[in-house]
């Protein structure tokens, strides 16, 4: 099946990991001092995975278990980053790119704020975006649910898609 040509798509994603002890906390790519990380087959990347799933989604290929499945060994302790660049040539393959981002980050706690700037850069790195066009933001949940217990970490993002020849 392949891509309806559409000027525009737009894919939503969302994303959630346990924190646990003993795991590096790595969010868009950036190791944040933590005491806990978050569980998963890959680095549990959360950020990232959002943002593939919501790419993937977008054009309509599906979500990330689909394609990377955990159980998989071949994509045990992969990086978000060179999930999003997979997913980047999965893109091209359609003929479409990223053309925008936004993300949020849900945590109680650590605090994301000081290190979005460089998740961004990041995030557009492995997409070969301008970081201006890529923006992570992180909100509490004011202690409540899950996440506001602090047993967990998710992230939401919208990405906008267009066909690798327009603008």
């Excluded at 492995?126 to 923006?135: E, H, I, Q, S, T």
Aim: with cysteine; proline share 6%.
């Amino acid at each position: 099946m392949t891509a309806r040509p559409l000027p525009f798509r737009v894919g939503q994603g969302v994303d959630v990991h346990a924190l646990v002890p003993g795991r590096p906390l790595i969010l868009g790519g950036v190791e944040i001092p933590f005491d806990r990380g978050l569980a998963g087959h890959s680095d549990a990347d959360v950020l990232s995975h959002a943002v593939c799933n919501a790419a993937l989604g977008g054009a309509g290929l599906g979500d990330l278990g689909r394609h990377f499945p955990d159980s998989d060994p071949a994509w045990k302790g992969a990086s978000g980053a060179a999930l999003l660049m997979k997913v980047r040539e999965m893109l091209s393959g359609r003929g479409l790119r990223v053309r925008q981002i936004d993300a949020t980050v849900l945590a109680q706690e650590p605090r994301i704020g000081p290190y979005t700037e460089k998740m961004s850069a990041n995030i557009a790195q492995a997409l070969g975006l301008p970081a201006d066009l890529v923006n992570v933001k992180s909100v509490t949940t004011e202690k409540l649910g899950f996440l506001g217990r602090g047993e967990g970490i998710e992230a939401q993002a919208v990405v906008l898609l267009a066909g690798e020849d327009a603008g």
